[in-house]
């Protein structure tokens, strides 16, 4: 059986290094895709668990390491084994091996063994805030600040620099919102990197760039794209340094108002396209982005992607009507260019750009003929309504939407009834 095989080389009856990834190897192929364990060998695992992480402690060459990780990740499926992980000194073992060396050249092995402790620490992480006290953000704080350099550093390849970084916004998807301000730090002097507010920005400019990529390819969006997306959003919401760079950049004052604002290769356009994209749950999240963005305010967000493509989300949100979301923003107030103060009267609200003004085809009608238009339009929405094609809904007082004949009703005033005087 391999699972006995295996304890024996983590038991370091294996042969040193080489019998422990050859013993490994039959190991991770059977358990590759296997999620749910037999109960009776619970122990077994345990046991495993433990000697992977001596054997791991000790300075063992990367192709072992990858391999002990690999299994490891596999293990850590299993919630019940994962106790002996789960102590200080073993997360240190896992965070070390996390931790790339950037004094010397990126080795794709060295990058793997990353990846892959990465993958192992996100298992053991996934949900576990839930379950620690507020006492020991320290530690996600700690993991938080490493994850920052993982982002900050290159594999030997463009492919394994995107996985590197992908696997890093999956754990910070796991870290608490309160502890990702240690992504920014405040820039000493002599640096040359990225800079907003006297902060520095580069891990943020990362995550900014490898959304930007996840949108460019254009393909599984739900796997590739939310993490980034979700992450960089949380972040807005609660740091206020990161909101106001990132909307300098994903949003900057409008000046070109003559195309629509999903038309054209900025990040802004690409995210606009997203809002009306098939999968519910990426276009919510890109919509939810850029109106955190703009501090939830409706009346911003509209300005920079039209009535049109904000529809959905106003509507999920109850904010058909205008206003603004429910969290709590600074008020310093957008600044508006020339360009667009002089175009603003002729911007179409629902497209969100100038239009051409158009020929009213109504105008060489005779009245006789504008009649009988309307009458015909009439009848057209008549018929789908009454076969409920079509249902006519109205906007609440609150902002959400209605059927047409509820919202009425509410809107209407209830005249006081006169009372009788000589």
């Known amino acids: 059986m391999e699972l006995e095989a295996a304890l024996r080389a983590a038991a370091g009856r294996g042969g040193g290094n080489e019998g422990v990834e050859r ?10 895709a296997i999620f749910k364990f037999d109960p009776a060998d619970e122990e077994k695992r345990k046991k495993l668990c433990e000697g992977i992480l001596n054997i791991l402690e000790n300075d063992t060459k990367t192709s072992c390491q990858v391999a002990c990780l690999e299994a490891l990740r596999i293990l850590s499926r299993d919630k019940k084994v994962l106790v002996p992980v789960t102590t200080k000194s073993n997360m240190k073992i896992l965070l070390k091996l996390a931790k790339l060396d950037t004094t010397e050249d990126p080795l794709e092995e060295e990058t793997d063994c990353a990846i892959e402790a990465l993958k192992a620490l996100f298992n053991v992480t996934l949900d576990s805030w839930n379950v620690h006290s507020k006492n020991e953000s320290h530690q996600f704080r700690y993991m938080a600040a490493i994850l920052r350099h993982c982002l900050l550093i290159m594999g030997p390849t463009e492919d394994k620099t995107e996985e590197l970084h992908s696997n890093a916004v999956n754990l910070l998807s796991n870290v608490p919102v309160s502890c990702l301000d240690v992504l920014i730090s405040p820039s ?16 943020i400019q990362v995550l900014l760039d490898f959304m930007e990529k996840r949108i ?4 599984s969006y739900r796997e590739s794209l939310t993490p980034v997306l979700s992450l960089l959003t949380e972040c807005c919401r609660v740091h206020r340094d990161i909101r106001k760079f ?4 994903v949003l900057p004052p409008l000046r070109d108002v003559t195309n629509r604002p999903e038309v054209g290769t900025t990040v802004r356009n690409k995210l606009v396209r997203l809002m009306t994209h098939v999968d519910l749950g990426v276009k919510q999240l890109a919509a939810e ?3 955190v963005l703009c501090k939830e305010r409706v009346d911003s ?3 920079y992607t039209g009535y049109g493509n904000a529809a959905g989300l106003l509507a999920a949100r109850g904010l058909l009507a205008g206003g603004r979301g429910d969290h709590w923003y600074s008020d310093d107030e957008d600044t508006d260019t020339e360009e667009y103060k002089s ?3 002729n911007i179409n609200l629902i497209t969100g750009h100038v239009e051409e003004p158009m020929p009213n085809p109504m105008d060489e009608m005779t009245e006789e003929q504008k009649e009988y238009e309307a009458m015909k339009l009439v009848n057209m929405l008549d018929k789908l309504s009454r076969d409920e094609f079509i249902k006519p809904m109205g906007v609440r007082p609150d902002g959400s939407m209605a059927p047409l004949a509820e919202t009425v009703s509410q809107y209407q005033i209830n005249e006081p009834e006169s009372s009788e005087s000589d």
């Open 343 to 345: 175009a603003k009267p």
């Open 188 to 203: 000493s002097e002599e640096e040359t990197n990225l800079k907003y507010n006297g902060m520095n920005m580069d891990a």
């Open 246 to 249: 990132l909307k300098a950049q």
């Open 301 to 303: 967000l509209l300005k």
């Open 289 to 291: 982005f850029l109106f």
């Open 23 to 32: 013993v490994l190897a039959p190991y991770i192929e059977e358990n590759k």
């Open 216 to 219: 460019d390819k254009g393909t």
